[in-house]
């Protein structure tokens, strides 16, 4: 697909978006993880490893720096893995928004 392929309304979204050339395949993982993770001090980030039948897998919660004494709602999000590029720690920005919305973390 050709970005001239695209709806004129997502030329806005995209046209900052850097070309990924995949012939140099460790140039492009680490330019994928090279850029600005935005926190604000109102995010709270904590990784941990949950552990269960001898597997373990790496978990990142991601939450409001104020906790209420209500219960509040969850987002949960699941990283399938990178394949090629990405990891759960490159997609930090995804869940941020659960911070402000006042959800309990990213689990």
């Known amino acids: 697909m050709r970005i001239d392929d695209l709806d004129p309304e997502l030329h806005a979204v995209v046209s900052d978006v850097p070309v990924v050339d995949f012939r140099d395949i460790t140039a492009a993982r680490a330019?994928?993880?090279s850029g600005?993770?935005?926190?604000?001090?109102?995010?709270?980030v904590t990784?941990?490893?949950a552990e269960a039948d001898g597997h373990s897998v790496g978990v990142r919660i991601t939450g409001p720096s104020r906790v209420s004494d209500?219960?509040?709602?969850?987002?949960?999000?699941?990283?399938?893995?990178?394949?090629?590029?990405g990891s759960a720690a490159s997609n930090c920005s995804c869940p941020l928004?659960?911070?402000?919305s006042r959800c309990t973390g990213n689990r």
């Open 36 to 44: 600005p993770v935005r926190l604000s001090a109102d995010v709270v």
């Open 97 to 100: 928004p659960s911070a402000p």
């Open 70 to 85: 209500r219960p509040m709602p969850i987002v949960v999000e699941m990283h399938g893995g990178g394949f090629a590029l």
């Open 31 to 33: 330019a994928a993880t």
């Open 47 to 49: 990784d941990s490893v």
